[in-house]
């Protein structure tokens, strides 16, 4: 079975752009969430989707975004990029909710310059 | 809201030596706890829960955690680690109702000493 994919892994953009992440998880799951990782701030939570509904959000601002589509594959969006917005992104996926297992795949790197 | 504490950074041990690393967390009914390991350049890999039940539980790679409700802890522990054990290990605290994903605690680096 194959495990979570998230594409691209390194990316390196510029202040003030925008990037599109994507995620595909594990056949048969249904939800998707999406965490920031950071040496200052750890890992956070962004938001959760299921059922190409987000169901729960992070305390993030409105410049993340993401989406859900019918075959569960999800993709997060960052506009107007920030040198703050450098992370490891990281997608997990499970079957029901986030209480099952979250298997998570190996992240985006994203550098702003 | 739910917090989760590690007090340790960075914890070294040898090879052959035991372990434990620590977890608190802050959460007013019973939480579902986890714990993850992130060897580096990877994504996290879940090493075992905890939701109800029998308080010590067993994971994977022969790691167990033991959920003391009257400390609000649920530390991990090892009996003989592996050099292949270094890594970066989290806990986290799920609350109920996935209102708010996973909130993980900071992290604990592991160090095997030869």
């Known amino acids: 079975k194959a495990g979570v994919t998230q594409t691209p892994r390194y990316l390196i953009k510029t202040r003030g752009q925008q990037v599109t992440l994507s995620c595909s998880p594990i056949?048969?799951?249904?939800?998707v969430s999406w965490y920031q990782q950071t040496p200052g701030q750890g890992l956070q939570f962004l938001f959760e989707?299921?059922?190409?509904?987000?169901?729960n959000k992070g305390n993030f601002p409105g410049r993340f975004s993401g989406r859900q589509f019918s075959n569960s594959r999800s993709e997060m969006n960052v506009s107007t990029l920030e040198l703050g917005d450098s992370a490891l992104y990281l997608c997990?996926?499970?079957?029901?909710?986030?209480?099952?297992?979250?298997?998570f795949g190996p992240g985006t790197r994203l550098t702003v310059l | 809201a739910q917090s989760v504490t590690q007090p340790d950074i960075h914890i070294t041990v040898s090879e052959g030596a035991s372990l434990e690393l620590r977890c608190n967390y802050s959460?007013?009914?019973?939480?579902?706890l986890f714990w993850y390991v992130q060897s580096p350049g990877q994504g996290l890999q879940l090493l075992l829960k905890?939701?109800?039940?029998?308080?010590l539980v067993q994971g994977i790679k022969g790691f167990e955690a033991e959920f003391k409700r009257s400390q609000s802890s649920f530390n991990l522990r090892k009996p003989s680690v592996h050099w292949s054990d270094a890594a970066e290990y989290f806990c986290?605290?799920?609350?109920?109702?996935?209102?708010?994903?996973?909130?993980f605690g900071k992290g604990t680096h592991l160090i095997i000493q030869p």
């Open positions: 997990a996926s499970s079957l029901e909710s986030s209480y099952n297992e979250q298997f």
């Open positions: 986290a605290v799920e609350g109920g109702g996935g209102a708010d994903g996973l909130t």
């Open positions: 905890y939701f109800s039940g029998d308080t």
């Open positions: 959460y007013g009914a019973t939480p579902y």
């Open positions: 056949s048969g799951h249904r939800s």
């Open positions: 989707y299921f059922s190409e509904t987000q169901r």
